[in-house]
Nanobody, 115 residues
């Protein structure tokens, strides 16, 4: 079955950096778009970034220039490098893929940006 496992969330000070990882299994990873979403308290889940099989990337305006999404198909892993973090980046970050019209989600990893 499809599994997505995120890691790398932490408490970090404003201006700091983190790298999130999502390791996938149960499907042909290289075939599919991989995405990162986030959900802050009392807010809707929002798309942060995604990357296609040809490594075309797309970013939310709020993170463009600060975050970088990448993938390693040999390791079935997608990454989110987050630089110049701000308190408003605080959220649970989820890995996502969509296969035959069905969304699959990881369990999420908490990122907290605070002095």
């Amino acid at each position: 079955q499809v599994q997505l496992v995120e890691s790398g969330g932490d408490l970090v000070q404003p201006g700091g950096s983190l790298r999130l990882s999502c390791t996938a299994s149960g499907f042909i990873f290289s075939f599919y778009v991989m995405s990162w979403y986030r959900q802050a308290p009392e807010k809707e889940r929002e798309l942060v970034a995604d990357i296609t099989r040809s490594e075309t990337t797309n970013y939310a305006p709020s993170v463009k220039g600060r975050f970088t999404i990448s993938r390693d198909n040999a390791k079935n892993t997608v990454y989110l490098q987050m630089n110049t973090l701000k308190p408003e980046d605080t959220a649970i970050y989820y890995c996502n893929t969509r296969i035959y019209g069905r969304n699959y989600w990881g369990q999420g990893t908490q990122v907290t940006v605070s002095p």
